[in-house]
């Protein structure tokens, strides 16, 4: 098993992430000296995988988000695929995740029809208890 998979089953163990593991969580995605979208990918996995988060998890992850989304000035499409997976892994589309996306509007100089398209419907879909279809 790799340390990367190591290290996300051992945050998730009791299915939580802590203050305490936030640090830990830190300490890895600052290891390289860059932020890029392996450090959004491994966020995102824990996010989606994750019944509880604290809040300083949050003010780790929003940050990084916007600004590893943000460096080209805009949401590409590999971007928007884990914006998606963020909105609706989980089963809830929070405040704090529709305020991300609407940050991440007005800042980005190019917003394709396809990442307005995400905005619009997760600005207007019940926050839970949502189907996307299938049985």
């Known amino acids: 098993m790799s340390r990367l998979h190591r290290l996300r089953a051992e945050l998730l163990a009791d299915g939580k992430i802590t203050e305490d593991e936030v640090e830990v969580i830190r300490r890895h995605i600052d290891e390289d000296g860059k932020l890029d979208l392996d450090d959004v990918k491994f966020l995102v996995e824990l996010l989606s995988e994750a019944r509880d988060v604290c809040p300083s998890f949050d003010e780790l992850f929003f940050p990084v988000l916007k600004e590893v989304m943000l460096e080209d000035k805009r949401i590409a ?3 928007q695929f884990y914006l998606l997976k963020m909105l609706y892994s989980d089963g809830q589309i929070r405040e704090s995740e529709k305020r991300l996306l609407m940050e991440l509007r007005e800042e980005a100089e190019v917003v394709t029809p396809e990442f ?8 207007t879909a019940h926050p839970r208890n949502w189907n996307v279809g299938g049985r």
Request: aromatic residues 0%.
């Open 77 to 79: 499409p590999d971007e």
């Open 116 to 123: 307005d398209a995400l905005c619009r419907e997760a600005m």
